[in-house]
T-cell receptor
Framework: GAVVSQHPSRVICKSGTSVKIECRSLDFQATTMFWYRQFPKQSLMLMATSNEGSKATYEQGVEKDKFLINHASLTLSTLTVTSAHPEDSSFYIC????????????FGQGTRLTVV | DQQVKQNSPSLSVQEGRISILNCDYT??????FLWYKKYPAEGPTFLIS?????DKNEDGRFTVFLNKSAKHLSLHIVPSQPGDSAVYFCAASAGTGANNLFFGTGTRLTVIP
């Protein structure tokens, strides 16, 4: 299957700092990438849809100024958590869509963010 | 509001027996359902899907059953193998091209050799 690489896998940062998470499709071009968040004992929740060359579409309740998404190329999308707070500690995971259907979206390994 | 529910957080099955993972949903607009498998330190990988026009889809050892009236689907793995040990997520969407997948919380399957 297609490969999506997410980096870093774990990060600890101080409250008030910013953290950037990268999502790369290694062997295909992805016009659309998705960012999810998962809190403990909860399900993956879509945060935003990222389209190459255009602004991301954020889900209701997700602050676009806090979670900056950049999709500057067909193989790379980044999520920057700005001014992180302990409540932002979560598991963040991206997926990149290779084809037109959901089944053709491939997930990265995820990033465990801990804000102290 | 959890629109997709997996009420069993874990399941243990003997090797060679059948594993049955269950999933319930509340939104009647969902018409496409997927199962993902996730190993530790890896992202979820697509396993099998089913459209609401069907009530069964089979792929090798994996079969997904859909009961629309009960808003319930299940994944059957037979025979179960130790390599099937993983977390299984159920997901649903309205349409195959929808940008929004709703996930369950996952069921950890352990297949005992």
């Amino acid at each position: 299957g297609a490969v999506v690489s997410q980096h870093p896998s774990r990060v600890i940062c101080k409250s008030g700092t910013s953290v950037k998470i990268e999502c790369r499709s290694l062997d295909f071009q992805a016009t659309t990438m998705f960012w999810y968040r998962q809190f403990p004992k909860q399900s993956l929740m879509l945060m935003a849809t990222s389209n190459e060359g255009s602004k991301a579409t954020y889900e209701q309740g997700v602050e676009k100024d806090k979670f900056l998404i950049n999709h500057a190329s067909l193989t790379l999308s980044t999520l920057t958590v700005t001014s992180a707070h302990p409540e932002d500690s979560s598991f963040y995971i991206c997926s990149a869509q290779m084809g037109g259907t959901i089944a053709e979206a491939f997930f990265g390994q995820g990033t465990r963010l801990t804000v102290v | 509001d959890q629109q997709v529910k997996q009420n069993s957080p874990s399941l243990s099955v003997q090797e060679g027996r059948i594993s049955i993972l269950n999933c319930d949903y509340t939104n009647s607009m969902f018409d496409y359902f997927l199962w993902y498998k996730k190993y530790p330190a890896e992202g979820p990988t697509f396993l099998i899907s089913i459209s609401s026009i069907k009530d069964k889809n089979e792929d090798g050892r994996f079969t997904v059953f859909l009961n629309k009236s009960a808003k319930h689907l299940s994944l059957h793995i037979v025979p179960s193998q130790p390599g099937d040990s993983a977390v299984y997520f159920c997901a649903a969407s309205a349409g195959t091209g929808a940008n929004n997948l709703f996930f369950g919380t996952g069921t950890r399957l352990t297949v005992i050799p």
